[in-house]
Structures are given as structure tokens and as C-alpha cells.
């Protein structure tokens, strides 16, 4: 396992950051802009909105879905192969849409492709930044995650204007393009790792530890000796014995028939060939087993901690209550009688830009150590939870604005999220534990839309599916909460303690 370097809370981490926030820009800009993309698609292909809106819905939650999946190709290859890789399956993703002959095609191309590449970077990104920094670590997922939002406004309106001058084809075509950019990012992400390992990666075999290897060294040298697995000592020098007895007789039949000696030696050639590919095989197979088999024992081991256990609680109800509401915000004005010239702006503009402002502040806050940041995301599911509950009261558009801003910037916790998830698991379980945890808020983004669509259909108004939004996210808070107040103490005992202030080393010397 690659043994990594005290955290450098700066210097390369700054360009980390930097080239960070460009890939999460560049790869969720179309995506979360989706909506442009959406009324072009229901006029070209004429199919239903439901089926149309798979699109984005697919974009949006495969690559949380796969996370257990992307956060093991971190952990196995690094975040710069990982990023570089990425950015080739988004771009690649976007052109081959251009050429969709029907909704079908899009599905692959741009909601399981693009999807995918969009779940693998973001891993990517929040891994490697979270290895650069520890004391200021909010502070940087915070201004990486705002990528994202940033990414939202200006494909919004490149998109736009890109379909007007080049048609839908030429624009995912030049946004296709600008995701190759990505790739320059990811060569700029330099592991962090100790000097004591020269090479920046290891392969899967070589990454697996020794206690996981079949056989000891003694057995290894023994085997390389006989050069047939299987074989002990005893059996060599039986067949030692045998040779040395029988061995005119075979030299005497040799001399008489040259061509039966040649093609003996070619058999054994070609057995003893067969019987080294066995050995690797079996090898190669019985470590990859226990790899698995340790996988599966640690994310076991992830689940008896309570907070994390809550955790994965939390963020599947969040997703669920939490996602819709910025999908139905414009609905809702309309079905509250908002007159279209008293919106100023857009509510879903004021969520995103309130969810950019939350990230970075939110980000910040996490860095004061006399914050605790686990009660601080507690703080905004509860906060969130109470907001989404108050918005059948709304029935004007200045409230809905106000309801809209803080929604959006409670939203910005999921800067805080990575942050959570190290102090509950450590730095080198980071990559495994949020994979999982991305996973179920990939199952809840799915499941949130219908759900609400399901209440709307039944009861023909918002209110009993912004209750149900509301309770979800409340409850994932109270939970949470309920398992940190007992565990917290003990989660931070397994951190490292800071080294004591040269004015009690005095006193203590002194004395």
C-alpha cells in the first residue's frame, strides 16, 4: 500500500486545488446545464418528457452510483491516470452525441459515458485534494467544489448561445472539445507520496501486502529450484536417484535414436513452461481473491462504526428530499400564482449561485478547529430539513426567493461532506468509505424525482411532497446526530494528536 507524505497544507496543494476546480468545471458544466440540451432533444426526437428526461437523470446519477467502483480505481491506479483517463470518456461521451440517431443512443452516450467520467473525476479531485491538505482542508474542497456551480451559469448560457450559431450537433461537439482540457489538468495532479517509494504507481499485483502472498519465501525458492510447483525435496531427490540409476540406459537409447532424445527435451521444455504459467495463474488468481476478500472485510469494518453507518443514513435521505426541489422550484412559482414579470431572476439561478456562496463559506468554517464539523453538516441538514417544510407557506415570489437562497447555500455542504467522511474513517480509508457513501447518493438522486413526481400525480399540488422532502432530510439529520454524540470522541482518538508547545516542554523540563 503507497505510503503517503504529511500533508503539505500548501505549494503544490495550491495548484491541486486549482487544476481541481477546472476539471469539476469543465466536466459538470454540461451536465448540470442539462436543461438547454433537454427542449432541443423533446423537439428533435418527439418522445416523452419522462423518457427524455433519463437523459440528465442518468448523467447525474451513474457516476454516484459507480462510486465504489471509481474510488477502487483511485485507490488502485492514482488520481492522475484516473483524471486523464476521465476527461478522454467525457469528451469522447459528448461528440459521439452530436451523431445520436435517437433518445436510445443518448442514454449510452450521454447519461452512462458522461456520467461515469463525471463520477470518476469528481473521486479523483476530492481524493487528491484531501492528501494535500489537513489544516486547511475545508477551505480547499470548498473552492474546488464551486467548480461545479461555476460550471452551471456559464455552460447555461454557452450552451445557448452555441445552439443558436452552430445547432445542437456543433455545440456538444465544441463543449466535447473543451472537455479535452481536462486532460492537461490531470497531468498536473503529482501524487503525494514518501520518498521510500520511487515509483508514482504500483500495479494491482504489486500493490497487494505481503501477508496476502500463498506461499513464503522458502516455498518460493524451493518451487524456483524445482521449477514444477508442488514438488518438496524428498521427490527431487527420488527422481535424482532414478535418473542417476537409469541414466546409461537412457544415454546409450539417446546416442541410437537422436531424433526421440530431441523431442523429449522439447516435452519437458513444454512442460516445465506449462507448469510455471500454472504457478502464476494460480498465484495471480489467489491474490486477487484475497484483495476482494480484504475489500469485502473492510467494508464491513466501515459499517460497525456508528457515525459512519449514520452517515450513509443521512446523505441516501438528503439525496432523496434534498435533490428535487431544485428540479421544481419554477413549477412551484407557477403553481403559486407567480406572476413570469415578477421574476427577477430565475430560482434556480439564485439555488445555484446561493450553493457556490455556501461551498466556499461552509468550506471555511470547517477550518476552525473550534468548529466541530460533523455538528456543523448536522447544522445544515436540520436547517434544510425546516426550509424545504416551509415552502407550501410561500406563496409570493420574494419568498420563494429568500426560501430558494437558503436552500442553495445549505447545499453547499457537500464541500464539508469529504471533510466529514475523513475525520469519521482517516485519510487512507477516504477513498473506500466515500465511494460507498457516493453510491447511496446516487441511489437517493435517482429515487428523490419520482418519488415527488409520484406525490404530485396523487395529490395534484407540492405541499405533501416538500413534507415528505422536509421529514427525509430531517430525520437523516437526527440520526446523525443521535450517533455522534457518543461516538465523535472516539472517532477523533484514532486521529493524530498535535505534537505539544515548546512552553510545556519547558515546564515539563523544569520540573
Known amino acids: 500500500m503507497m505510503e503517503f507524505k504529511k500533508s503539505p497544507d500548501g505549494g503544490w496543494g495550491w495548484v491541486i486545488v486549482l487544476v481541481s476546480f477546472f476539471t469539476q468545471f469543465l466536466c459538470y458544466g454540461s451536465p448540470l446545464a442539462v436543461g438547454v440540451l433537454y427542449i432541443e432533444w423533446l423537439d428533435i426526437f418527439g418522445e416523452g418528457k419522462g423518457k427524455t428526461a433519463w437523459v440528465g437523470s442518468l448523467a447525474s446519477g451513474v457516476g454516484l452510483l459507480a462510486s465504489p467502483v471509481c474510488s477502487l480505481c483511485v485507490s488502485s491506479f492514482g488520481a492522475r491516470p484516473v483524471t486523464i483517463f476521465s476527461g478522454f470518456m467525457v469528451a469522447g461521451g459528448l461528440m459521439l452525441s452530436s451523431f445520436a440517431p435517437n433518445i436510445y ?25 484531501c492528501q494535500y491538505f489537513d489544516s486547511h482542508r475545508g477551505l480547499a474542497l470548498g473552492l474546488i467544489s464551486t467548480g461545479s456551480s461555476v460550471g452551471l451559469f456559464i455552460y447555461a448560457a454557452l450552451q445557448r448561445l452555441l445552439i443558436e450559431f452552430y445547432g445542437l450537433d456543433g455545440c456538444l461537439l465544441i463543449v466535447g472539445a473543451l472537455a479535452l482540457n481536462i486532460l492537461a489538468c490531470g497531468s498536473l495532479m503529482r501524487p503525494l507520496q514518501s520518498s521510500d517509494c520511487p515509483l508514482p504507481e504500483k500495479t494491482a499485483l504489486e500493490s497487494v501486502p505481503d501477508q496476502y502472498s500463498i506461499y513464503s519465501e522458502k516455498e518460493k525458492d524451493l518451487e524456483e529450484n524445482t521449477n514444477i510447483p508442488g514438488r518438496s525435496y524428498g521427490a527431487e531427490e527420488t527422481c535424482k536417484s532414478a535418473l542417476a540409476s537409469g541414466g546409461q540406459k537412457q544415454e546409450s537409447l539417446l546416442h541410437k535414436n537422436p531424433t526421440t532424445g530431441a523431442h523429449t527435451k522439447e516435452a519437458e521444455t513444454y512442460k516445465k513452461k506449462v507448469a510455471e504459467q500454472t504457478y502464476f495463474c494460480k498465484q495471480l488468481a489467489k491474490r486477487k481473491w484475497q484483495l476482494y476478500k480484504n475489500y469485502c472485510g473492510e467494508t464491513v469494518a466501515l459499517f460497525k462504526n456508528k457515525v459512519f ?158 413534507y415528505f422532502s422536509g421529514f427525509c432530510v430531517l430525520l437523516g439529520g437526527c440520526v446523525l446526530l443521535l450517533a455522534a454524540l457518543p461516538s465523535w470522541d472516539t472517532c477523533n482518538k484514532l486521529l493524530p494528536k498535535p505534537a505539544p508547545t515548546a512552553f510545556l516542554y519547558k515546564v515539563t523540563s523544569n520540573v
Open 105 to 129: 443512443f443518448l442514454f449510452f452516450s450521454y447519461g452512462i459515458v458522461v456520467g461515469l467520467g463525471c463520477g470518476l473525476l469528481y473521486t479523483a479531485t476530492v481524493t487528491i485534494t
Open 309 to 466: 453507518s449514520a452517515l450513509f443514513i443521512a446523505i441516501f435521505l438528503f439525496d432523496i428530499g434534498g435533490f428535487p426541489p431544485s428540479l421544481l422550484m419554477e413549477d412551484v412559482a407557477r403553481s403559486s400564482n407567480v406572476k413570469e414579470e415578477e421574476l427577477i431572476m430565475p430560482l434556480i439561478s439564485i439555488i445555484g449561485i446561493m450553493t457556490a456562496v455556501g461551498k466556499l463559506l461552509l468550506g471555511i468554517l470547517a477550518d476552525f478547529k473550534w468548529i466541530n464539523t460533523l455538528y456543523l453538516y448536522v447544522a445544515t441538514l436540520i436547517s434544510m430539513g425546516l426550509a424545504l417544510c416551509a415552502i407550501p407557506f410561500a406563496k409570493s415570489y420574494v419568498t420563494l426567493a429568500i426560501l430558494s437562497g437558503i436552500l442553495g447555500f445549505l447545499t453547499g455542504n457537500w464541500s464539508i461532506f469529504p471533510y466529514v467522511t475523513t475525520k469519521t474513517v482517516g485519510i487512507e480509508k477516504l477513498a473506500h468509505a466515500y465511494g460507498i457513501l457516493m453510491f447511496f447518493a446516487g441511489l437517493g438522486n435517482s429515487l428523490g424525482p419520482p418519488i415527488v413526481g409520484w406525490f404530485y400525480d396523487w395529490t395534484q399540488t407540492y405541499d405533501t411532497a416538500f
